[in-house]
């Protein structure tokens, strides 16, 4: 059978639930508050933003390094049979802009 308990401890507990109970309400005014709400948004665009750039930056330099890489022979020489189509492309592709700006204006 279970002791019975003081006055005493009854009230020490009614205390300490009294302040456990104030803590839980502070910490629970502290998340609901709007700038709490706003601030917790924000960190999750910005790590998904972060992410996703991240994500981004390394695919175009995986693009980039396997691009340069079919450039070039296994000893490092350029592959001109494909240098000068693409670059012939490319100049192909400013003429076009450039042209196209000046008729524009």
Known sequence: ???ARTPAQIEADIVRRREQ???????IGVRM?????IGDAKARVAST?????GRAVVAVNRLLTDVRDSMRHEDGTP???????VALLALGVVGVLVASARRRR
């Open 1 to 3: 059978m279970p002791e």
């Open 21 to 27: 109970l104030a803590e839980t309400l502070d910490e």
């Open 49 to 53: 933003v972060d992410h996703t750039a």
């Open 79 to 85: 592959r001109f049979e494909r240098i000068v189509p």
């Open 33 to 37: 508050h709007p700038q709490t709400i």
